[in-house]
């Protein structure tokens, strides 16, 4: 593992060789005697961890941390102490350092600090530039882009050819699999065009029964039922907008007839109505079924799917935007903690882990669901459905995780007290911890 850190020492004999062990081991370290010049260097862009001394003329490691929080506060500052020092240092971890190693130490356990605390840094930092990737999205003002968020190819050319089809006010379909947004397509064909600032109605053809679907989709003329209102339909509601008609293989072949007609003469008769009404709307469909299918089949009137199929527009699966992924997820994940009011929690290794692997069946729903439990706090205990049986391994390596887990909770993140507990040498609990992708701030106070 390749990074960048501060050594701070007055000792010139320490500040070398450990320059030089860092440096063996791959890291880009830059020696510093004393804290000033130090602080010349470090901003909050800086993509490392800083090692300092405690005990050092001119401005001591504790002054030297409190300065760096103040630069910034996620900046891991691990000190050196010597045995005296061990109490104060203990107290710093409680303010904030990331860690302490007491004087002698072993060039391991140095290594396996910087290791850690480099793993923690570039958690920080690649949630920052998602969070900036996220406010800049939505600071465009193409709808496009707010509802269709994403820079792959797959998603790219979806969005050419949303703003394409959008400026022709005509009828679509839209295709794709569960959980891919094709409502979000549909509303951003609607942002993106001249009816923008008119209704955009969204119907559910599958919850539509026989009786429901003319007084749902038609209205009810007043006087029809004594004493009764007059009773809007969808398509009035939607007049000079759009109407998005989700899960259109769910009408009924005599639902079916209905619209058809509905789509060829732009005219509705409203129950109990004597005369028809005329709509100036369009009509987006969307299905997650291969209609065409649907057709041969006999489920679905073949004229119906040419007049909606006249322009299609296909939403592909989460499987063939991967690098959407990290984005979406971080965009679902501060949505979330906004709506819940909880600060957005750490892009733990775990996390990333189950993001790069999981092959989201589910689509951009299931990653966003995910999000939400990140949210909550609740994606450690998160497995995914159709999980395989796990094997003998499998099973251990769960167990000694949780175990490592709810040991530190138990000594929050005491990493000392945690080994004594386990009775564990020392390598062997931080090789765990790496091979689990447990991050030890998470469960200090």
């Not at 602080?39 to 504790?62: C, E, Y």
């Not at 008119?198 to 029964?209: E, I, N, Q, S």
């Not at 996390?351 to 999000?371: I, K, M």
């Amino acid at each position: 593992m390749t990074g960048n850190v501060i050594f701070i020492d007055d000792d010139p004999d320490l500040l070398s060789a450990q320059i030089q062990a860092l440096e063996l081991d791959g890291f880009s370290v830059r020696g510093f005697s004393n804290g000033p010049d130090a602080l010349k260097v470090i901003t909050s862009a800086f993509d490392g961890v800083i090692v300092t001394d405690v005990r050092m003329p001119r401005m001591d490691g504790l002054t030297l941390f409190k300065r760096v929080q103040a630069i910034d506060a996620e900046l891991p500052v691990i000190l050196m102490t010597g045995h005296g020092d061990v109490p104060m240092a203990v107290q710093a971890l409680k303010d904030g350092a990331y860690d302490f190693i007491s004087k002698p130490f072993a060039r391991d356990d140095l290594i396996q600090s910087v290791r850690r605390a480099l793993q923690t840094r570039d958690l920080v930092m690649e949630n920052r530039q998602l969070r900036q990737a996220h406010a800049a999205l939505l600071d465009r003002e193409n709808p496009a882009q707010n509802l269709l968020l994403g820079d792959s190819p797959a998603m790219t050319y979806l969005k050419q050819v949303v703003v394409r089809v959008a400026e022709a006010d005509v009828d679509a379909l839209i295709t794709g699999d569960t959980g891919v947004g094709k409502e979000r397509v549909g509303r951003a064909l609607h942002a993106l065009s001249a009816r923008k600032n008119r209704p955009f109605v969204h119907v559910g053809c599958a919850t539509l029964t026989e009786d429901s679907f003319q007084a749902e989709l038609f209205g009810i003329e007043a006087g029809h039922r004594p004493g009764a209102a007059r009773v809007i339909g969808r398509f009035e509601r939607a007049n000079k907008g759009t109407l998005f008609l989700d899960e259109v293989e769910g009408l009924s072949l005599s639902q079916q007839a209905k619209l058809l007609r509905v789509l060829e003469t732009r005219e509705i008769w409203p129950v109990g109505s004597e005369s028809p009404r005329s709509l100036d709307i369009r009509v987006v469909a969307a299905t997650r079924t291969d209609l065409t299918q649907s057709v041969k089949d006999g489920q679905f009137r073949a004229d119906l799917y040419y007049r909606l199929s006249g322009v299609s527009l296909r939403v592909p699966p989460l499987s063939e935007r991967g690098d959407d992924i990290r984005l979406l997820f971080q965009h679902f994940l501060l949505g979330a903690a906004t709506r819940l009011n909880r600060p957005p929690p750490k892009l733990t290794q775990a996390t990333q882990a189950y993001l790069s692997r999981h092959d989201w069946p589910g689509n951009v729903r299931e990653l966003e669901q995910f999000a939400e439990l990140c949210a909550l706090g609740l994606d450690s205990a998160h497995l995914p459905e159709g999980t395989h049986a796990l094997g003998l391994a499998e099973q251990v390596s769960q167990y000694e995780e949780a175990v490592l887990r709810e040991t530190l909770s138990q000594y929050a993140g005491n990493v000392r007290e945690v080994i004594a507990a386990l009775k564990l040498p020392r390598k062997t609990f931080y090789d765990k911890v790496t091979r689990y992708g447990i991050v030890i701030d998470d469960f200090r106070s």
